[in-house]
């Protein structure tokens, strides 16, 4: 059974800091994994996605990393805004019998101006 | 196209009562997913399918909910007797499939109160 897990779940960083949010995943036959964003009491908006045979993606201040034989992702935020603040969210799609979509559980980030 | 829609935005009940939510997805995206998500947590898939089979249920969901896709297009989700219990925001994604992307794409989703 695939589980998802995000560190930290909560981050507080003041205005300009680069930051590192971790995902780990514990099956790695995955076919995707994707960084979505959520403000709150609004639904995800996808940030990046990262095919199972690709290392990293990236979207201006965003680069995500991918090292599926180890589990693991990060999203890379450079120069942080306060605009960055809300929750991001891990999710990994398996590539057996369908394409089941797990999410982890987030990390809040509050950026301070 | 104008990306994931879902309705209502807002449905406030009384236990016991059924309500149901609608979902129309972008158009040409064959996948369809339902998922349920409460403060502070990611979300919870529920449900999915391709076109009009639904392919996957979740063992977390019970006799109430029901879903469907009739016609391979919009999808709803019913949720009969309701509980104080299934207040949640019930969230909607598509998915196409075209080269393997799999990319979701999500509506702001259906917040149900059971008072």
């Known amino acids: 059974k695939q589980e998802v897990t995000q560190i930290p779940a909560a981050l507080s960083v003041p205005e300009g800091e680069n930051l590192v949010l971790n995902c780990s995943f514990t099956d790695s036959a995955i076919y995707n994994l994707q960084w979505f964003r959520q403000d709150p009491g609004k639904g995800l908006t996808s940030l990046l996605l990262i095919q199972s045979s690709q290392r990293e993606q990236t979207s201006g201040r965003l680069n995500a990393s991918l090292d599926k034989s180890s589990g693991r992702s990060t999203l890379y935020i450079a120069a942080s805004q306060p605009g960055d603040s809300a929750t991001y969210l891990c999710a990994v799609t398996r590539n057996t019998g369908g394409f089941k979509t797990i999410f982890g559980a987030g990390t809040r980030l509050f950026v301070k101006a | 196209d104008t990306g994931v829609s879902q309705d209502p935005r807002h449905k406030i009940t009384k236990r016991g009562q059924n309500v149901t939510f609608r979902c129309d997805p972008i158009s040409e995206h064959n996948r369809l997913y339902w998922y349920r998500q409460t403060l502070g947590q990611g979300p919870e898939f529920l449900t999915y399918?391709?076109?009009?089979?639904?392919?996957?249920k979740s063992r977390l969901l019970s006799d109430r909910f029901s879903a469907e896709r009739p016609k391979g297009s919009f999808s709803t989700l019913e949720i009969q007797r309701t509980e104080q219990g299934d207040s949640a925001m019930y969230l909607c994604?598509?998915?196409?499939?075209?080269?393997?992307?799999?990319?979701?794409?999500f509506g702001e989703g259906s917040r149900l109160t059971v008072l």
């Open positions: 994604a598509s998915s196409p499939l075209r080269g393997g992307i799999g990319e979701l794409f």
């Open positions: 399918f391709q076109n009009e089979a639904q392919l996957e």
